[in-house]
């Protein structure tokens, strides 16, 4: 398998911000490239200080911007994260984030909420929470997505109505709008977890396939990527199976459609609770990150379990190329973005930190690299 890529930017930590990453792409109407990602403070736990802050470039990712944050007039929050930039039917500029606060019985809300922007990021409106039903709602980077009848979809983990210490089973629910965020339902159907466990499913991400069939894949602790698919937009879905082409040391994946082609950023090694390869917040290690090319749209991504065979298993593999395989790092929370001949490719890093959530990279890869 082939390493790829070039790095063309890195998100430095230092002592009073020790955790960047979290990251999500969007073109400007100028041409120039957005960066959108999570700046944290105090410790760089999930629970610290967190303000979305972006960078730009006018180069096709070649240099970026200084830092500048989003949106400052929102200070009551315990840690906005996670963003997801869209951009809106009608033209504005959108973000899904998670906004967490400080609950008065001492539990902590993490909510979906959204923005938009009239001038391509410059102010943003005043928030909207996606629900009104308080509680506690995981999701990951870059999953929110425009479909094709114009629908915004956000896919989110729901964890239970608040939360201590630990969180309840996840169950994949979609938080929707048909009016480019101004308001807000949930529109699709819930995913339920297979399993009577305390982890359920976890970071859902979303794809339209050519065939109009929803897909949904989820990080779980069940050593794949699991999967679920709508064939009537999202009103029933199909029951939670692993999908066999992405093993996953429970971590998120990102799969996304441009109209030059489908990519998929993933670890492909599960992980051993007997080997307690496990850093710090005791998350395992998630190395190597490998991207994923599609021939079909992603079709060839989503194929069922009961399709499953040795020969596509290794058609797929040929199609796999190495963007970072130190086995002593740890890589995860992939975005992309299309560039002029090539793609864009953003991830967390732990750099010798040994916490996972370190730093971020942006890497370049030309479609050259992935055409020999």
């Keep these: 398998m082939k390493r790829i890529g070039r790095v063309v930017g890195t998100l430095w930590t230092s002592s009073d911000n020790p955790r960047n990453g979290e990251a999500s792409f969007c073109r400007l109407k100028d041409g120039s490239i957005m ?5 944290f403070g105090g410790e760089g736990g999930d629970h610290d200080c967190s303000r979305l802050v972006c960078v730009l470039s006018h180069d096709e990712g070649e240099t970026w911007t200084q830092p500048r944050e989003l949106f400052p007039d929102d200070r009551e929050s315990r ?3 996670t963003p997801s930039l869209l ?3 009608n033209g504005e500029l959108g973000l899904c984030y998670l906004r967490k606060s400080d609950e008065a019985d001492g539990t902590i809300a993490c909510m979906p909420a959204f923005r938009f922007s009239r001038d391509e990021g410059q102010s943003w409106s005043k928030l909207t929470l996606c629900t009104t039903e308080t509680g506690y709602y995981c999701g990951t980077n870059a999953a929110s997505v425009v479909l094709q009848g114009g629908r915004i979809a956000t896919p989110v983990a729901y964890a239970g109505s608040v939360h201590r210490y630990d969180l309840a089973p996840g169950v994949v629910r979609f ?5 480019c965020g101004r308001s807000w339902r949930e529109a699709l159907a819930p995913i339920k977890a297979p399993y009577g466990d305390r982890w359920g499913l976890q970071e859902p991400g979303l794809m339209e396939l050519p065939d109009g069939r929803l897909w949904c894949h989820m990080r779980t602790v069940y050593g794949f990527q699991f999967q679920s698919f709508s064939a009537d937009g999202g009103k029933s879905w199909s029951a939670p199976e692993p999908n066999l082409l992405f093993p996953s040391p429970d971590a998120p994946m990102r799969a996304m459609r441009f109209e030059q082609g489908t990519i998929a950023v993933f670890n492909p090694l599960a992980h051993s609770q007997a080997l307690e390869q496990r850093l710090h917040w005791g998350s395992p290690q998630r190395s190597p990150l490998i991207l994923a090319v599609s021939q079909n749209g992603g079709l060839d991504f989503a194929a069922p379990a009961s399709a499953f065979t040795y020969t596509a298993f290794n058609d797929f593999c040929t199609r796999c190329f190495i963007l970072e395989d130190d086995p002593a790092d740890s890589f995860c929370y992939p975005a992309m973005l299309r560039v002029k001949d090539g793609y ?4 967390y890093c732990d750099g ?3 916490r996972v959530l370190n730093y971020s990279r942006i890497l370049k890869i030309s479609d050259s690299e992935l055409a020999e």
């Design 87 to 89: 951009r809106l039917p």
């Design 79 to 81: 840690n906005n994260m």
């Design 344 to 347: 864009l490719v953003s991830y």
């Design 35 to 39: 960066l959108a990602y999570s700046h």
């Design 352 to 354: 010798g930190s040994h």
């Design 175 to 179: 938080f929707c709008s048909d009016d």
